[in-house]
């Protein structure tokens, strides 16, 4: 990763966010849930999805299963969100 994140800070907070499932797979239906808990408002929680899914399908992998690969998947989703803070916020 390109970022100064410990790594299993990052595992636990996409994990315990819904961003991935205990297998460690991308999951846009938990991730929807978790987001419009946390900003409330449905639109906005849709958009981010929207952006978030987007930059996954372009630079994420969600078919291998190995721990290397869930690692890659969360730096993929982390790098992502800070993708879409910096345009938004």
Do not use: P, W
């Not at 299993?8 to 994990?15: P, R, S």
């Not at 639109?43 to 299963?65: K, Q, W, Y």
């Amino acid at each position: 990763a390109d970022d100064n994140v410990d790594q299993c800070f990052k595992k636990c907070l996409m994990t315990d966010a819904g961003f991935v499932n205990q297998d460690g797979k991308y999951n846009k239906d938990i991730l929807n849930e978790s987001l419009n808990k946390v900003i409330g408002n449905q639109d906005n929680a849709e958009r981010i999805l929207n952006e978030l899914d987007h930059c996954f399908s372009e630079n994420g992998d969600n078919t291998e299963v190995d721990e290397e690969a869930h690692m890659k998947r969360i730096d993929v989703l982390f790098a992502c969100l800070r993708q879409i803070r910096e345009v938004r916020f």
